[in-house]
């Protein structure tokens, strides 16, 4: 069982910067891919950035150049730095950790909210 709880949502203007983070209950290091997804009201969850053990990341087209997806496993954190934030960032921003053995087993924090307006 991993435990994931994120930090950092909150209200910025459009240009801003926030940083997400998430802590998670067991040593990272032996998470096979860790990431950050996104669901904005009534749209479907969407994946934003991940990471994998090894150290590859992916990103959505729509955020690439303005997010940086990194861990920290001294920490057991993942962070999302997210810059130069538009209107249509804003959505419940979750967490999600995958082991992969035998079988696969989806992990998720509660979420939290970032809005992005004036």
């Known amino acids: 069982q991993v435990q994931l709880v994120e930090s950092g949502g909150g209200l910025v203007q459009p240009g801003g910067s926030l940083r997400l983070s998430c802590e998670a209950s067991v040593s990272i290091s032996s998470i096979s891919i860790m990431g950050w997804y996104r669901q904005a009201p009534g749209k479907q969850r969407e994946l934003v950035a991940d990471s994998t053990r090894g150290g590859k990341t992916n990103y959505a087209d729509s955020v690439k150049g303005r997010f940086t997806i990194s861990r920290d496993n001294t920490k057991n954190t993942v962070y999302l730095q997210m810059n130069s934030l538009k209107p249509e960032d804003t959505a419940v921003y979750y967490c999600?950790?995958?082991?992969?053995?035998?079988?696969?087993?989806?992990?998720w924090g509660q979420g939290t909210q970032v809005t992005v307006s004036s």
């Open positions: 999600n950790a995958v082991l992969i053995g035998p079988r696969r087993y989806d992990y």
